[in-house]
């Protein structure tokens, strides 16, 4: 089965799901003044969902032909692509994300930039540095005196 | 109308705005340029900055400038690295990389610049001439009308995704449209599908999935699969045109920029479509000896997709700002910034807000100009980007995407959202399923179903679709949209495929 077979069967998943939280269980803890109402919060999610399975199913069958378009990334082949960089690239998002408030924005930015680029084999260190530091600053300045959004500079350990 | 005129004349010359149009296009041809970073990433990732500046005439008018900006970029690096910056300009690479190579690439960007600007020219006198006049149409219409044009909006983005792709096109947008109800809404002031999760009370953010699903998913690509950029060095020269080469482009562009602009207002065509229809109809309509040229390097086929582009661009803002009604995934993007400014797009905007509407439309004149001037000695410069190392340029755009969804929310969740659907629109991609309509669901879905609610209520059920025949007219050609394109897909399935993807 291909990819977007696959992806189908899992929207469909999904549609269901959607659709199941929308058929039975909204319906009940609504207020009565609500059920006179000619529309309910479930009706349009409950056209929805059917309308999505309908979709899913279309694709998961294989009803309509696509086209196979030549891609510009072949996902069968996804080990000949620089994929251990990718994957890297998306943890370290996940662990910026997580250390963004107690690290504090210098640190943890400086360090994203740094990593960022030393993931993607980058070893100029004399050239990496000051460009992660410069920029680092240069956002913070921009976002916290220009923009005005208040972003905790140093870590929380020292009252940021 | 001159009243409008002289408002947006005198709200778009401020200081401020001047700077905000110089700023949007410069950043705009800079990133643009860039391979696999199209217009959407960029004004996604622009917003944070848009929407923090307060004034919705500034925002949209640095927003409307990176816009173009970016296509004039996407065309630089199209004809320099026959490596397309954005989907819109691949049309122009056919015949630009070819002169690029012969040593024309002077030349080939003069005629891109003098095309783009006269395309977006044009494309906003046009723009001047019908939006005010489908915004007094559009002011008849009763939320079961808007209903139905927002069904009609929407199948036809999904029929223009190419065959064999409307199921996928539908999948993606009812897709959007359940994620627009996740969250509490106005009307029933109920939370619906948050799962208990404190965080999805107010429902996925906008910039988040604009974010998850054009500009990392791009980033992604280019880590995975790092494209060559690789041109000839040599010094970029002779920026001239011969009379005699302007005499043939002229009848081009001006064809071009108003076939163009009539592509751009249909939903789900844009840029891209209009670039390779303008193209295919010069192709066509061109004397025998010099169809023989095109796509070695004729002028005339690379006049046709740049004016084209350009004037397409500038067509989709009739949608967004008469109707509210965006038609491709960066004018979806604009409307979300714009309700995030607290300004309605539809057609009250020109009644309530005359000075935005008119100032966008002035700032586009003087955004092609800018465009024009600055970018025509520029060039030689500004291509020097390309020589930045991606080995810097990723990691700044992966940073640039975390910190928009961040200063968006100021919420560190925010950035889980961002890469778990990220990952997600990656797997999407590889699959061929089309995100824009995703996206564009996602934002009509809320003004869709307070629609649908209020004609509900009105007619106290569903009687208003047939007892309306207007609404009953743009339904069925919603239907017929989604349903000829099957059908006739199934009669000729050697059909060639349709580009209807990434503008």
């Known amino acids: 089965m291909a990819l977007d077979r696959w992806i189908a069967l899992i929207l469909l998943g999904v549609c269901l799901t959607y659709g199941y939280a929308a058929w039975f269980t909204m319906d009940g803890s609504l207020p009565p003044f609500?059920?006179?109402?000619p529309i309910w919060p479930s009706t349009f999610p409950k056209v929805l969902s059917v309308l999505g399975a309908v979709a899913c199913v279309i694709i998961l069958l294989g009803l309509e032909k696509s086209e196979v378009k030549e891609a510009d990334i072949d996902y069968r082949r996804l080990g000949e692509y620089h994929l251990g960089q990718a994957i890297s690239l998306l943890v370290l998002m996940v662990v910026y994300a997580l250390c963004l408030r107690p690290v504090g924005f210098l640190i943890a930015t400086s360090s994203f930039l740094i990593l960022g680029s030393f993931i993607l084999g980058e070893r100029k260190w004399h050239i990496m540095l000051p460009v992660a530091f410069i920029a680092t600053g240069a956002v913070w300045y921009l976002v916290q005196e220009v923009l005005g959004i208040y972003m905790r500079p140093l870590p929380g350990l020292f009252g940021g | 109308?001159?009243?409008?005129?002289?408002?947006?004349?005198?709200?778009?010359?401020s200081i401020q705005n001047l700077l905000m149009v110089i700023a949007g296009c410069l950043i705009g041809t800079f990133i643009g340029m860039l391979p696999g970073l199209g217009p959407m990433s960029i004004i996604a990732i622009m917003i944070p900055v848009a929407i923090s500046m307060g004034d919705p005439s500034a925002a949209l008018i640095l927003l409307a400038g990176v816009y173009y900006g970016a296509i004039f970029g996407g065309s630089t690096s199209s004809i320099l690295l026959n490596a397309p910056g954005v989907a819109g300009t691949v049309a122009s690479s056919f015949d630009g990389y070819p002169m690029a190579r012969q040593g024309k690439a002077g030349k080939a960007l003069t005629i891109a610049a003098i095309a783009s600007f006269a395309g977006g020219t044009l494309g906003a006198v046009l723009l001047m001439i019908f939006?005010?006049?489908?915004?007094?149409?559009?002011?008849?219409?009763?939320?079961?009308?808007?209903f139905a044009l927002m069904v009609v909006g929407l199948s036809a983005i999904a029929a223009f995704a190419g065959s064999g792709q409307v199921a996928k096109a539908i999948i993606m947008t009812t897709l959007g449209l359940i994620m627009a109800t996740v969250g509490e809404g106005a009307l029933f002031n109920l939370p619906r599908f948050t799962m208990g999760i404190m965080d999805l009370q107010s429902g996925f953010g906008f910039i988040t999935l604009a974010m998850a699903m054009f500009a990392l998913p791009e980033a992604l690509f280019l880590v995975l699969k790092p494209k060559d950029l690789k041109g000839d060095d040599g010094e970029i020269k002779d920026l001239r045109v011969t009379k005699d080469e302007a005499k043939a482009i002229a009848p081009v562009i001006g064809r071009q920029s108003v076939q163009g602009f009539f592509i751009g207002v249909l939903p789900g065509a844009g840029a891209t479509i209009a670039s390779f229809l303008g193209y295919a109809v010069e192709r066509n309509i061109a004397p025998k000896e010099e169809q023989e040229e095109f796509g070695k390097g004729s002028i005339k086929g690379l006049a046709a997709p740049e004016s084209a582009n350009n004037a397409a661009c500038t067509g989709s803002f009739v949608p967004l700002l008469t109707l509210g009604i965006p038609g491709s995934g960066t004018t979806a993007i604009l409307l979300g910034a714009l309700i995030a400014l607290n300004v309605t797009p539809g057609p009250r905007l020109m009644i309530d807000e005359p000075q935005i509407f008119w100032a966008v439309i002035m700032s586009m004149f003087i955004g092609n100009l800018v465009l024009l001037i600055l970018n025509l000695p520029l060039i030689p410069y500004i291509a020097k980007v390309l020589a930045v190392p991606r080995n810097y340029l990723i990691p700044f755009i992966l940073f640039f995407t975390l910190m928009g969804a961040y200063i968006g929310q100021n919420n560190a969740t925010e950035l889980l959202i961002l890469v778990g659907f990220g990952v997600c629109a990656t797997a999407l991609k590889f699959a061929d399923y089309p995100l824009a309509p995703l996206l564009i669901g996602f934002i009509l879905g809320g003004m869709m179903e307070d629609n649908f609610a209020r004609s509900m209520q009105l007619y106290d059920g569903i009687a208003f679709i047939w007892e309306r025949p207007m609404t009953l007219g743009l339904l069925v050609i919603a239907a017929l949209l989604v349903l000829l394109p099957s059908y006739r897909a199934r009669r000729a399935r050697a059909r060639a495929a349709g580009v209807a993807d990434g503008d």
């Open chain 2, 1 to 13: 109308m001159l009243e409008g005129l002289l408002i947006g004349l005198q709200t778009a010359f």
């Open chain 2, 131 to 146: 939006a005010p006049a489908l915004s007094s149409v559009a002011l008849l219409f009763h939320s079961a009308e808007y």
């Open chain 1, 34 to 37: 609500m059920q006179r109402n």
